[in-house]
């Protein structure tokens, strides 16, 4: 009873927070920032881009994290996080892909060109597909060989976040369109926070999920085996 009442009190914590997002949004970056001067349309996707492709190192950063702890103190709530921020990282990835595509076609003209930031970065989204699929084909009936695989997975996948972002040398090439007025940075750092804590607002309801998914599958085979 009292899990069902912080699961919807959660729920619209989740709603309001969105709304407010939207305002925020929809007033900082498509109303206020046309007052500074040299400002260009096609910057647009960058107050989204950016925040949603850091969060999305975040989430693969704790899947990590997550793994090492699991294999070295073999507790499931490390799996649970392990989970639940690689299941999020590939929703917020998603996204930063989307808008980076948008952006690109603003910015250079193409949607994709297949350049080295770009394509590494879409290499890093798929190894976490990846690792969400290879976790589903493993027999649930073995919850901590599935467990163990996953920490191996995640963190055999860990070097593809720094490579995408550090490592490809020449990262995209250099802007044509867009141009920042003084003092906007102010609305990027604004999306950095809003967008942070949505990201962890995420890991937590998927951790809860996960967590509610499990248990309900040992009470089905309890059950299975009762009968």
Same mark, same amino acid.
């Given at each position: 009873?009292?899990?069902?009442?912080?699961?919807?009190?959660?729920?619209?914590?989740? $709603? &309001?927070?969105?709304?407010?997002?939207?305002?925020?949004?929809?007033? *900082?970056?498509?109303?206020?920032?046309?007052?500074?001067?040299?400002?260009? %349309?096609?910057?647009?996707?960058?107050?989204?881009?950016?925040?949603?492709?850091?969060?999305?190192?975040?989430?693969?950063?704790? %899947?990590?994290? /997550?793994?090492?702890?699991?294999?070295? !103190?073999?507790?499931?709530?490390?799996?649970?996080? #392990?989970?639940?921020?690689?299941?999020?990282?590939?929703?917020?990835? &998603?996204?930063?892909?989307? %808008?980076?595509?948008?952006?690109?076609?603003?910015?250079?003209?193409?949607?994709?060109?297949? =350049?080295?930031?770009?394509?590494?970065?879409?290499?890093?989204? #798929?190894?976490?597909?990846?690792?969400?699929?290879?976790?589903?084909?493993?027999? =649930?009936?073995?919850?901590? !060989?599935?467990?163990?695989?996953?920490?191996?997975?995640?963190?055999?996948? /860990?070097?593809?976040?720094? #490579?995408?972002?550090?490592?490809?040398?020449? #990262?995209?090439?250099?802007?044509?369109?867009?141009? $920042?007025?003084?003092?906007?940075?102010?609305? $990027?750092?604004?999306? *950095?926070?809003?967008?942070?804590?949505?990201?962890?607002?995420?890991?937590?309801?998927?951790? !809860?999920?996960?967590?509610?998914?499990?248990?309900?599958?040992?009470?089905?085979?309890?059950?299975?085996?009762?009968?």
């Amino acid at each position: 009873m009292i899990n069902e009442k912080i699961q919807e009190n959660l729920n619209w914590i989740v $709603l &309001a927070f969105l709304i407010c997002f939207s305002i925020l949004n929809y007033y *900082f970056v498509f109303i206020t920032t046309k007052h500074f001067q040299g400002f260009t %349309v096609s910057g647009h996707p960058i107050f989204y881009m950016v925040p949603f492709a850091f969060s999305t190192y975040f989430c693969f950063g704790i %899947v990590l994290i /997550s793994g090492i702890m699991y294999l070295w !103190r073999k507790d499931l709530k490390f799996d649970f996080f #392990l989970l639940s921020s690689a299941q999020t990282g590939v929703v917020v990835g &998603a996204i930063t892909i989307i %808008v980076g595509i948008i952006w690109s076609k603003a910015e250079w003209g193409y949607w994709w060109q297949w =350049e080295a930031r770009q394509t590494v970065t879409l290499i890093m989204w #798929l190894a976490y597909v990846g690792l969400l699929i290879f976790r589903e084909m493993i027999e =649930e009936e073995n919850h901590e !060989r599935k467990a163990t695989l996953s920490a191996i997975f995640g963190i055999a996948t /860990s070097p593809s976040v720094p #490579l995408s972002n550090y490592v490809v040398g020449a #990262l995209h090439p250099a802007p044509q369109q867009t141009t $920042l007025g003084p003092g906007v940075g102010i609305y $990027l750092m604004l999306n *950095f926070l809003l967008i942070g804590i949505l990201t962890l607002i995420l890991i937590y309801m998927a951790y !809860r999920v996960n967590k509610i998914d499990l248990k309900l599958k040992e009470v089905r085979k309890t059950m299975m085996e009762e009968a």
